[in-house]
T-cell receptor, first 106, second 114 residues
Framework: QKEVEQNSGPLSVPEGAIASLNCTYS??????FFWYRQYSGKSPELIMS????GDKEDGRFTAQLNKASQYVSLLIRDSQPSDSATYLC??????FGTGTRLTIIP | KAGVTQTPRYLIKTRGQQVTLSCSPI?????VSWYQQTPGQGLQFLFE???????NKGNFPGRFSGRQFSNSRSEMNVSTLELGDSALYLC?????????????FGDGTRLSIL
């Protein structure tokens, strides 16, 4: 079992809709979780950190963490074409999933 | 605040050669990590340095090595280059104290092996 698993996609979402990205992890002792966005040809950039169970909101982005079920998700509300990118989930500092490619359809 | 700086941005080498990549972290960051990214394999962790010591290591052969200097700058060396080493090499820095800090990535070095 991989340490961090993500659906590779591609995930296609109409403009203005909610995009939902999911990530599961295997280490129950993990304390920190991160979402990165990577545009094609660019390096990953941090968009959200979450450390406690529940929801954390930042603008159009909401990260959700459920440690009992070992999953973390990212919701993007009012999706824009500029949100089209690959989204990487990371557990602790160094363990990354393979990423989900998201395409927002105008 | 300046971001993570990687040099060079592009490199072309031939099989059997060796290469050294450089990374300057964000000021105050003591942890530097290196990753290899290829289209098929995603982001693969190479190693992490904290206070000049290798703290974590991924599953790469011994041809891949690194070091960190007292000013937190880091270098990665790959010897006896193979075609499969063609990839984007990313460096990331963090404060690094607890192991629970987010990573900040440089723009990467794109290495092509002919």
């Amino acid at each position: 079992q991989k340490e961090v698993e993500q659906n590779s996609g591609p995930l296609s979402v109409p403009e203005g809709a909610i995009a939902s990205l999911n990530c599961t992890y295997s280490d129950r002792g993990s304390q920190s979780f991160f979402w990165y966005r990577q545009y094609s040809g660019k390096s990953p950039e941090l968009i959200m950190s979450i450390y406690s169970n529940g929801d954390k909101e930042d603008g159009r982005f909401t990260a959700q963490l459920n440690k009992a079920s070992q999953y973390v998700s990212l919701l993007i509300r009012d999706s824009q074409p500029s949100d089209s990118a690959t989204y990487l989930c990371a557990v602790r500092e160094l363990t990354f999933g393979t990423g989900t490619r998201l395409t927002i359809i105008p | 605040k300046a971001g993570v700086t990687q040099t060079p941005r592009y490199l072309i080498k031939t099989r059997g050669q060796q290469v050294t990549l450089s990374c300057s972290p964000i000021s105050g960051h003591r942890s530097v990590s290196w990753y290899q990214q290829t289209p098929g394999q995603g982001l693969q962790f190479l190693f992490e340095y904290f206070s000049e010591t290798q703290r974590n290591k991924g599953n790469f052969p011994g041809r891949f090595s690194g070091r960190q200097f007292s000013n937190s700058r880091s270098e990665m060396n790959v010897s006896t280059l193979e075609l499969g080493d063609s990839a984007l090499y990313l460096c990331a820095s963090s404060l690094g104290g607890t192991g629970n800090q987010p990573q900040h990535f440089g723009d990467g070095t794109r290495l092509s092996i002919l």
